[in-house]
């Protein structure tokens, strides 16, 4: 029985207009993010059947496609939310995000060193991959992650609370090969209100890997 489904966008395929064009947004999510939830369905469907019949000759490439398609939906996910076309600038005190924008202080020394390490991060992953922020719990801090495809490169336990999208799909129609622009053009949509939920959730919860017995 399929678990995930896509989700809907939380605006328009316009919304994003001119940093995000319509066409890209719709064939994004309509297209790609559905691929994602249907190739993560499809997988446990296989996965079952594996243990029903106790066959388990393609355990290893079964697990891999499960991981892909799965971070994959996560990642998108999250990457549809932390945007908003009344976004952008910096995270701000009077915003109500000043617990983001300090933990941001002090885990890259200021706003600016933190902006140019997860652009630098997003813009060379080489062939597809994301860009991430993300709480890590075992040190309290933020840290930046270069996300190979969905799923590689990632520090176990560590939560994505800021995604940048640095495959072609995401951006290509519009800026076709100049990734940088597509990257620097992506902070003015986003929704540091998400971004600031997101990491309120993260820390909230972080003991549960600290738990001893």
Request: zero cysteines; glycine letters at 8%; aromatic letters at 10%.
């Amino acid at each position: 029985m399929p678990v995930y489904t896509l989700p809907e966008l939380p605006y328009d395929y316009s919304a994003l207009a001119p940093v995000i064009s319509p066409e890209i947004i719709e064939l994004h999510h309509d297209k790609h993010h559905a691929a994602y939830v249907k190739g993560a369905n499809d997988t446990l469907e296989q996965l079952a059947e594996a243990r029903d019949k106790e066959q388990w000759g393609s355990v290893n490439g079964l697990e891999k496609n499960l991981a892909f398609h799965l971070s994959g939906h996560i990642l998108h996910s999250i990457y549809w939310h932390n945007m908003t076309g009344e976004g952008g600038g910096e995270p701000l005190e009077q915003d109500g995000v000043g617990e983001l924008a300090d933990a941001i202080t002090e885990s890259f020394g200021s706003f600016a060193a933190f902006r140019t390490q997860l652009s630098k991060a997003a813009a060379t992953t080489q062939g597809s991959g994301w860009g991430v922020l993300a709480y890590e719990p075992l040190s309290a801090r933020l840290i930046v992650e270069q996300v190979y495809d969905h799923q590689g490169n990632v520090g176990q336990g560590s939560t994505p609370i800021l995604v940048f999208d640095a495959w072609e799909h995401a951006f290509y129609l519009q800026y076709k090969n100049q990734k940088v622009d597509f990257i620097e053009a992506m902070w003015q949509v986003v929704n540091w209100q998400d971004v600031a939920r997101r990491y309120e959730a993260a820390t909230s919860r972080a003991n549960a890997l600290l738990l001893a017995p």
